[in-house]
């Protein structure tokens, strides 16, 4: 009994390290991207590839490791999967050009996508199911803990060495941890085999997922609708869905004649597990938004731009805490609770955003809130409800809900930005209507010398103002020829707060999109509860007959 609980506490401790890696590494690159993209002399747009090429790696790995590990061993694929990423992470710190650099991110990924359901899927394997939830709630908080912290601990690795190489080298003495105790202190699950591996269906799912991921990667958020119809995004999301649509087919006929597909048909054919995937499909969009965040205390709170990531640090301690009740609460009370818990709480802690927050101290108790709401949701309840009917296949069900997580965070932040773009955009409707008041206000509520307004009045009628209605660009060229300090300073506060003002619309409606998406999160498990009820008492007739 000691032996099996040391091999547990060991298992849990390798598994949590490897989970905080692999998800801290999809993060940690954001800090460094312009210095990368300078080494390399490439731009922006072909730098960004270095993100997206790990996000379709993992895309692509998610759901095929959770199969392969079900069906050779999940301590075999850990190992596998450990060393992926370690040889990955150090290809990209050695890479002497920008194409070795993609291709070793893309290897980093294929390793790193299924570190956390090998993880997850060893837990639901050993593990007792009243302790399920707890360890899982564990290696969802590493999970989304890293994802948060992984901008800050880039900044603060590149600010004390100056070199990018090294976010990618600290992996490499970790992987190599892991690798000897993974090996000498895992034990070994896996499922039983039922046949040959699907590769017809596992090349199917690959592109399948290729095609929707990539063309998703290509939406604008500013021109939403338009970028919809460019070949560059339906048409590939068109060839996925059907290259999807084909592998239904197959995978259903491979199960009928007793195959081993890599998606199990008979998940797809269960509404609970729709409706979960679902939910998964929310949690990454709600994921999504604490990307936005600091910029948030930038433009809106007044952070300095040096400082912003590290306001991240409350939403992630509450994340961690969360996940940790989110674990024992699902133990106690059940998975459904736990969900709609976690939808109350993440859609109060968004809705604070743009209806309170005025200072720093409201922001840290907001984002606190935000966090602990989604900490709850990132680790067991869902994979619970994935998995409780399951006796096989464990790996495949969590792999596709992490997928279904994935599709969340790479189309959320589009639309998100989106939000925020078109807020700036109304700037010169702002000016026009709102800056002529916030000016007259301004100097009124000032005690301006008569040179100072003197010198206003001369440089209204310069630029043909005297109406009073300035645009953007007209302000800025009065701003640079004021010579009055104060009336420098009155004209700058103004065009700050035109700016503000646009910075507020635009992340409001990104704060509003997370509220409602935690309510309809709140809305399907509603829904959930009566076919879940049912699914459990047919699952028991079955055991008992």
Request: aromatic share 10%; net charge neutral.
């Amino acid at each position: 009994m000691k032996e099996k609980a040391s091999s547990q506490t060991w298992a849990m401790i390798l598994f949590t390290i490897g989970v905080f890696m692999a998800a801290l590494d999809n993060g940690i690159i954001s800090a460094a991207l312009t210095t990368i993209n300078n080494s390399f002399e490439v731009s922006a747009n072909w730098g960004a590839w270095g993100v997206t090429l790990y996000t379709l790696g993992l895309a692509i790995s998610v759901p095929i490791i959770g199969k392969i590990s079900d069906r050779y061993g999940r301590k075999k694929l850990f190992i596998v999967e450990i060393a992926l990423f370690g040889l990955g992470s150090l290809l990209v710190a050695l890479s002497p050009n920008f194409i070795f650099y993609l291709s070793a991110r893309f290897l980093q990924a294929l390793g790193g996508g299924g570190i956390f359901i090998i993880g997850s899927s060893h837990v639901l394997s050993t593990m007792p199911v009243e302790k399920q939830g707890k360890a899982l709630g564990m290696l969802g908080g590493m999970n989304g803990i890293a994802a948060v912290l992984g901008p800050n601990i880039g900044s603060m690795l590149l600010d004390l060495t100056g070199k990018w190489h090294v976010l990618f080298f600290i992996n490499v003495p970790i992987a190599i941890f892991l690798i000897i105790f993974g090996w000498v202190k895992l034990e070994e699950t896996k499922d039983p085999e039922t046949g040959r591996l699907d590769l017809f269906g596992t090349v199917l799912l690959s592109l399948s997922v290729l095609g929707i991921m990539y063309g998703l990667t290509n939406i604008e958020g500013v021109e939403f609708v338009d970028s919809l119809l460019s070949p560059n995004v339906y048409g590939f999301i068109l060839s996925g869905i059907v290259l999807f649509i084909a592998l239904i087919f197959h995978e259903s006929k491979l199960e009928r004649n007793g195959g081993d597909p890599v998606l199990p048909y008979r998940l797809l054919k269960q509404p609970t597990y729709l409706l979960t995937l679902l939910i998964g499909t929310f949690s990454g969009a709600l994921l999504a938004a604490m990307i936005f965040i600091p910029a948030f205390t930038e433009q809106v709170i007044g952070i300095a731009s040096e400082n912003s990531g590290y306001w991240l640090t409350p939403l992630a301690i509450m994340a961690g805490i969360g996940a940790s009740m989110g674990g024992a609460f699902v133990d106690k009370r059940g998975p459904i609770s736990a969900v709609i818990l976690s939808g109350i709480i993440t859609s109060i802690g968004f809705l604070l955003f743009p209806t309170w927050i005025d200072s720093k101290w409201q922001f840290i108790i907001s984002s606190s809130v935000a966090g602990l709401g989604m900490g709850i949701l990132l680790g067991a309840p869902l994979n619970i409800l994935a998995t409780e009917t399951l006796k096989s296949d464990k790996g495949s069900a969590l792999s596709t809900l992490s997928l279904s997580r994935q599709i969340g965070m790479t189309l959320a932040p589009t639309i998100y930005a989106g939000f925020i773009a078109r807020g700036f955009n109304h700037i010169p409707e702002l000016f026009k209507s709102h800056f002529p008041i916030i000016l007259k206000e301004k100097i009124g509520g000032t005690s301006l010398s008569s040179e100072a307004m003197k010198e206003f009045y001369q440089l209204s009628q310069q630029f043909g103002t005297s109406s009073g209605e300035f645009s953007e660009n007209q302000m800025l060229g009065i701003i640079n020829q004021v010579k009055d300090p104060g009336l420098k300073e009155v004209i700058q506060s103004s065009v700050d707060q035109i700016t503000l003002m646009a910075a507020q619309d635009g992340y409001n409606g990104l704060f509003y999109s997370a509220v409602t998406l935690a309510i309809m999160t709140i809305f399907v498990t509603l829904i959930l509860i009566p076919i879940r009820k049912r699914k459990l008492g047919e699952t028991k007739q079955v055991h008992s007959s």
